[in-house]
């Protein structure tokens, strides 16, 4: 094939992903987005075939079939719960995958004794470096989502200085390789070493409830891998691919930290929920009231307004279908229902909005927070299914809570706001709720699937 | 890689992220998932590489280490479009559940 002809189907891939990403951006266009793009894809690779011509397609075949079939296995068997980690492991491999190529290419360099061009070495480290951040720090985020080690973060005095001390010691390593004329295997094996371990030693020290933005991040670092190992092997295709995803991927970041009315710096350093600080308000002395699914199915069988904010809990105890069966029945009813959607419940920014499509709620039901917040005041009753941070009244007013400013939903709002919680434990980011403590919060304790089909069971007989 | 040629890839870098920025501001938090999701099995393009790698003439080092490269690739690959067009498939309207 032409080089020329190369090329120009490398664009016609990259159009393709452009176009993809587009309609990614609204609903009603996603899913053929994502099929566009991943015509894109096949696109990429069968030019990529062809222009290799004959090649050794024992290697190649094996490695797709294999590859194929682990990806596709995982991703068609996991559950819509598991999604976060899910979309962290695919990553890590993403960024693994970058990782090798750097490498094999530096490998062969080295074997043949060649010197390589100061460019050329420079974007390798990039690419070895990223590419090893990426694989560990999602192998990480993965093992604290699946909860394979503590979602809470892991700190020691002087970490900030031992990563930095590190970072450095991996800079200079990377340098030394870009200054030398010849390349030098002690310094690659250090790189690749330190970066992997630079990768888990970031993520450690993140918490849980910040994990969307850690993965959006990885994600982020997984794009500039790729477009830093088309630097190597002068690979346009790569190149624009990598950058849209880099990009791509921090905006994503961002537009979750704002929602947390955070940093980014304090995300990723701030060791978010590692102590659990009741702040200024002690929850000692005060007590919460429970109440029945008896007798609030009762409460909720003549409500005429009522508003779902669903959490983490939701997901966990896999109760989103008994949600919408519940909120069907109140709608059969005449009461009006919607669900509240705060933009990092759960652990993956829309995550929540994923889950309920799952139970076949329309998106048109699922309101953003700005939307629906000035609602609450004049809805007649507030479920509160597995939330906790993201309804914590401290964030307004109690400067020292780690979760001041943050803006949240004001289930406190409501007439009536039922908790639907396992146990008085604080939520992920380690932080007493002052929700709980209030006039018109009721405690519904237990398995929030369990509690809403009594719940089902006991409207229906009203 | 030529000095010219580093070049003519940093231009396209750098367009490229303002472009990637200039697609997604807008996202509505509905779509962030699958989003997050898509964009992840984009950055599979990395299979490009890993085929180059696995397939030129390049000696034993390069087949071996670009065989678990095209492996890493393409569980990224298969597996994001794979999860992504899962959970857009459960994105629905009611209009659209009427249809159905």
């Not at chain 1, 990768?199 to 959006?216: E, T, Y």
């Not at chain 1, 919060?441 to 229906?460: C, Q």
């Not at chain 2, 397939?55 to 690959?77: E, H, K, P, Q």
Request: charged share 15%; aromatic share 8%; hydrophobic share 50%.
């Amino acid at each position: 094939m032409p080089p020329w002809l190369t090329q120009l189907l490398y664009l016609v891939a990259a159009v393709l992903f452009i176009v993809g990403l587009k309609r990614l951006n609204t609903p009603a266009t996603a899913r053929r987005g994502n099929l566009i793009s991943g015509a894109g894809m096949l696109v990429a690779i069968f030019v990529t075939l062809l222009d290799l011509g004959q090649v050794n397609y024992t290697v190649i075949i094996g490695g797709v079939v294999v590859g194929s079939a682990l990806g596709l296995t995982a991703a068609l068997s996991v559950q819509m719960t598991a999604m976060p980690q899910m979309v962290a492991l695919l990553n890590g491999f993403g960024g693994g995958a970058s990782m090798l190529v750097g490498a094999a290419e530096f490998l062969r360099l080295y074997q043949a004794g060649e010197e390589i061009a100061t460019p050329t070495v420079t974007v390798m480290q990039l690419s070895l470096i990223i590419g090893a951040v990426t694989l560990s720090g999602s192998l990480i985020a993965f093992a604290k989502l699946q909860e394979l080690m503590t979602g809470r973060p892991i700190t020691y005095a002087g970490q900030q200085f031992v990563n930095g001390l590190l970072f450095l010691v991996l800079v200079g390593l990377a340098g030394w390789q870009v200054v030398t004329e010849v390349p030098l295997i002690g310094p690659f094996y250090g790189v690749v070493a330190l970066a992997l371990v630079l990768g888990v030693l970031l993520v450690m020290p993140i918490g849980g409830a910040d994990m969307p933005v850690v993965i959006s991040l990885l994600n982020s670092y997984s794009g500039v891998a790729a477009a830093m190992t088309g630097f190597v092997i002068n690979n346009e295709v790569l190149i624009i691919a990598g950058a849209l995803v880099g990009s791509a991927g921090v905006i994503l970041s961002q537009l979750m930290c704002k929602a947390m009315n955070r940093s980014l710096a304090n995300v990723l350093f701030g060791a978010f929920g590692a102590v659990v600080t009741a702040g200024k308000k002690s929850a000692e002395g005060l007590t919460v009231k429970s109440i029945t699914a008896e007798d609030f199915a009762i409460q909720l069988a003549y409500a005429q307004k009522v508003i779902v904010v669903p959490g983490y809990g939701m997901a966990v105890a896999q109760a989103q279908h008994q949600a919408r069966e519940l909120a069907d029945l109140i709608e059969k009813r005449g009461g009006a229902v919607k669900y509240a959607i705060h933009p990092v419940a759960g652990r993956m920014p829309g995550h929540m909005n994923v889950l309920l499509a799952e139970a076949n709620v329309p998106y048109d039901k699922l309101y953003d927070m700005d939307e629906v917040n000035d609602e609450f005041a004049d809805t007649d009753v507030c479920l509160v299914i597995g939330a906790n941070d993201v309804v914590n009244p401290a964030s307004r007013t109690d400067t020292s809570s780690p979760i001041y400013g943050m803006p949240i939903l004001n289930a406190d709002r409501a007439r009536m706001c039922v908790v639907f919680k396992r146990s008085m434990a604080a939520g992920f980011a380690g932080v007493e709720n002052e929700l709980f403590y209030r006039d018109k919060t009721w405690m519904l304790f237990g398995d929030a699937k369990a509690s809403l089909s009594k719940l089902i069971s006991e409207v229906k007989q009203v | 890689m030529s000095t010219e040629a580093l070049i003519i890839a940093i231009v396209i870098f750098t367009l490229s992220t303002f472009l990637g920025v200039e697609l997604i501001g807008r996202v509505p938090p509905t779509l962030h998932t699958p989003l997050m999701s898509g964009a992840n099995a984009v950055s599979g393009i990395t299979i490009v590489g890993a085929l180059i790698i696995a397939a030129g003439d390049r000696g034993w080092i390069s087949t071996y280490l670009g065989f678990v490269a095209i492996v890493f690739a393409m569980m990224n690959v298969a597996g994001g479009y794979a999860v992504t067009d899962r959970m857009l498939a459960m994105f629905k309207t009611k209009e659209t559940e009427k249809k159905q």
